[in-house]
């Protein structure tokens, strides 16, 4: 019967459109491997110490005449003269226009680049005498754009220490100034953020 040899003929090039798809994913999947790959083995180009510092006295931050550029070989800096003291406990906004430097600022401070003239301090030491783990784990920031997880508030906390305990957590919303948002929330700590 015609209709039935056409049912039986869909089904098959169905079959063969879904293995071309599967083969097109694959090559297109295997680029984006490679490139993950070679992300992950990425050696960083950041000098180490010779005699790392493990300890953050405390949070204050400081940038004396801070030049800096992308590529040594830039004849221009993305930033030019700064010199800018925030002492520990303090809040401080950056704004600016877009590609005015506000990340390239703060990108400085954990070391996720070097200066290229100057130097910027946390805790009165320079930030390329701190062993990175330290630095990186001791520094936070809030950046332009945000992202809230699923989960509680807890849970979110947690993204920073995962063993931190309720009393921790509270200290990091005080230093924060968000305890008294968070205890605000119905069920405060335990207030589900997929709610809204």
């Not at 003291?85 to 680049?113: C, D, F, H």
């Amino acid at each position: 019967d015609l209709q039935t040899l056409n049912i039986y003929a869909m089904q098959i090039l169905s079959g063969v459109i879904m293995v071309a798809m599967c083969l097109n994913f694959i090559s297109l999947s295997t680029g984006s491997m490679e490139r993950i790959r070679e992300v992950l083995n990425e050696k960083t180009t950041l000098p180490k110490p010779e005699q790392p510092v493990y300890e953050v006295k405390d949070g204050s931050v400081e940038f004396k005449n801070v030049n800096f550029a992308y590529s040594q070989k830039s004849d221009v800096n993305v930033l030019s003269g700064i010199n800018l003291s925030i002492n520990a406990g303090e809040t401080v906004g950056i704004i600016g226009a877009t590609g005015s430097g506000k990340t390239s600022l703060v990108s400085l401070i954990p070391r996720l680049y070097d200066v290229s003239e100057g130097s910027v301090t946390v805790g009165g030491v320079d930030v390329r005498q701190y062993n990175m783990d330290t630095l990186r784990t001791s520094v936070a920031m809030v950046l332009q754009k945000n992202v809230l997880f699923s989960g509680t508030v807890a849970e979110n906390l947690r993204w920073g220490d995962e063993n931190a305990t309720d009393e921790e957590l509270r200290f990091a919303a005080r230093q924060a100034a968000a305890e008294e948002f968070i205890d605000a929330l119905p069920g405060g700590y335990d207030y589900d953020l997929g709610q809204g």
